[in-house]
């Protein structure tokens, strides 16, 4: 497991970067922390190590992101999924194995995510700016 310790959303960014030099493109990326947490400032660095050059942005209400850079990335929203039928509504199983996969709001999925997901939890710190990003599923950044 890797632990980070982030100042600013910068940091945070920063940290997604890192983990994209490790991807090989067919990555399920489970990410979990409460709201204002930095998911999607993790996932803008993340696509942003991959090459994307559109705005990232949290996909509340489209469900699901596409992006292109040196893989596709597929950036959930799963924050509204209540049941099996909602997550099947997604398309979520048919992304599986055809790019990255970022998933926010995780903890709605948990029983149909692969064991092999990379697990993000970000959290709250000493103070309002800061995050503690822990990565399981990565033994180095």
């Not at 310790?5 to 920063?14: D, F, G, Q, R, V």
């Not at 204002?36 to 190590?49: D, E, Q």
């Not at 055809?98 to 993000?120: D, F």
């Amino acid at each position: 497991m890797v632990r980070i310790i982030s100042n600013s959303a910068e940091e945070t960014e920063k940290a997604g970067e890192r983990l994209a030099e490790l991807l090989h493109g067919n990555e399920v990326i489970a990410m979990f922390g409460g709201l204002g947490m930095g998911k999607t400032a993790f996932t803008r660095g993340l696509a942003r190590g991959l090459g994307v050059n559109d705005g990232v942005s949290s996909p509340t209400f489209a469900l699901v992101n596409e992006y292109s850079g040196k893989f596709k990335v597929y950036h959930f929203d799963m924050y509204r999924v209540q049941s099996w039928d909602d997550l099947y509504s997604t398309g979520f199983f048919d992304y599986i194995d055809n790019g990255v996969l970022v998933i926010e709001w995780s903890e709605n999925i948990e029983g149909a995510l692969p064991e092999n997901a990379l697990r993000i939890t970000i959290d709250r710190g000493e103070h309002d700016g800061q995050r503690i990003i822990e990565m399981e599923g990565v033994d180095e950044l």
